[in-house]
């Protein structure tokens, strides 16, 4: 059953995670073609492209040393949370489908579980990916133009633990019921808070990741707590 | 009696509004339940409290002896629930539809649901969103009936059909219906449907369930009484079994349950230049039953419409 359930949501989401894991990778690809001499920015006629590399600020990018790879990733990521989050759970309630899905055998608990641990884990997979990807290049002898040392993506990690808690405000934004959508989207804006908070405080594992933590466990509950008692009309 | 389904003193508020307010109902085993009542009366709000999707305001019910706010697993396996508009995720093909929903059952009649699908012509490969919604209430059907349930929810489930399609899926229920051991409750605002299907009806009329009864005692028990007057005609006194009591031009339309020497009596007592007793088929009877007090139409006040209203009404 849960099967079914897991294959269900991974075609109905699928698509967007591979969408936006080729955004990834072509953030990657440019970081990658540029960081060196000779690179990408050698092939005649790619100015423009250069230019906009270089507005993003990805152009001549040292990864995990200086540059503007960790922007791109947080804004390709906070896009892909926002996209899973409200598809998974505003995407039943447009389609109608609550009502089908909800009176399967399963307890609204595991249904939402199901739901969330999917989300959850192709979030993280997709941007662990291009982090691997990224180091894995950056690891390789002759490729980085500076000493590497995987101790370097520890910034880019602490970020990308933090993600799932867009994702998980974004699913109780599109599940909770408000008189307007400017209500609705309370959760997210809650979230912003101690996302900032997060990103910002020295003490990462004393106090960034305990606060991501108890944020996430937070809004699981709120997701479990509202499915139980919201009205599917 | 054995009760599948029961409500007690049921009743949802959304704000200030009551939509369904004090329901007893009790279902036995075995029957077909025509749930009726016109739009917005409470009948798919009853249903989704029924089956714990909407959560009550007071009040109570259960289905198979288990509570509905928390209906088990093993009973949600027992109950099948064909929901408004016949929601089934569009991307999918009719046999993803299919392997999702079979994944959920132990029991799953296989025949019966290539049966079904065979007989409406619905092959495997295509795609929900591409059905019309005839096609689409036929294939929610066969998935309802395919993990052969005891109990049968349907809400409104031949609504947005056309009429060739509507016979053919209520032919199939009907067959389905006689599968022995299985209760339904089937909600509609089509009478004519409910006629064919259904031996016991309730029909809810402002979220209050106005009648709980076999179908052929409802349509032999509500009668229109229509007492011809040379004038305006007087008030109707307040007795058991009224209805309603409207006046129309010099007659005086009552609607009468379980007519009586006692209604002939305060009838006659009117003095009435006739008194006109109408049998009412099912849907008349209904109509009469439910619907509130006529409101009079200028067009109809005697008045010639000027070319104007004509001209707005053609526009409108």
Known sequence: MIRALAIKELREIGWIVAIALAVYM????????????GGLQSVPGLDWVMYKLFQLGLYRCLPFVHGDFEGAFVIISVVLALVLGFRQSAGEAQGDTFGFLLHRPLSRRTIL????????????????????????????????????????????????????????????SGLRQASWRGTRLVPLAAIALPALIASMMPMWWFFSLPLSALTAVLLAVSILWIGETRDFS | MDHVIKTRKLTKY???????????????????????????????????????????????????????SSLSADARRRIAYLAEGHPIYRWMTIGDAVKFTRAFYGQWNQPLLDQILDHFELPAKQKIRRLSNGQRAQVALALAVAPDPEL??????????????????????????????????FSSHILSDVERVADRIGVLSGG????????????????????????????FPACQGLVSSRAVGNDLELVVVDYSEAHQRAAEALDPRSIEVVDLNLEEAFIEYTRGPRRRLPLFAGEEPDDQSIGNQGAA
């Open chain 1, 26 to 37: 072509v953030a990657v690809a440019a970081v990658a073609s540029t960081a060196v001499e």
């Open chain 1, 113 to 172: 579980l199901t739901k969330l641990t999917l989300g959850v884990g192709l979030l993280w997979a997709a941007s662990a990916t291009a982090i691997l990807v990224l180091a894995w290049w950056a690891a390789t002898p002759g490729s980085h133009p500076s000493p590497f040392e995987w101790s370097m993506t520890y910034p880019i990690w602490k970020m990308w633990s933090t993600i799932p808690v867009v994702y998980l405000g974004a699913f109780l």
């Open chain 2, 14 to 68: 959304y704000g200030a509004k009551c939509v369904v307010n004090m329901l007893d109902l009790q279902i036995p085993r075995g029957c077909v339940y025509g749930f009726l009542g016109r739009n917005g009366t409470g009948k798919s709000t009853t249903i989704k409290m029924l089956l714990g999707l909407v959560h009550p305001t007071r009040g109570s019910s259960s289905l198979l002896g288990e509570d509905s």
């Open chain 2, 152 to 185: 049968l929810i349907l809400d409104d489930p031949t609504i947005g059909l056309d009429t060739v399609v509507r016979r053919d899926f209520l032919e199939s229920l009907i067959q389905i219906i006689q599968r022995k051991g299985r209760t339904i409750l």
């Open chain 2, 208 to 235: 209050v369930l106005r009648v709980d009864c076999p179908t052929d005692h409802f349509k032999r028990s509500v009668r229109k009484i229509v007492l011809g007057f040379d004038g305006e005609p007087p008030e």
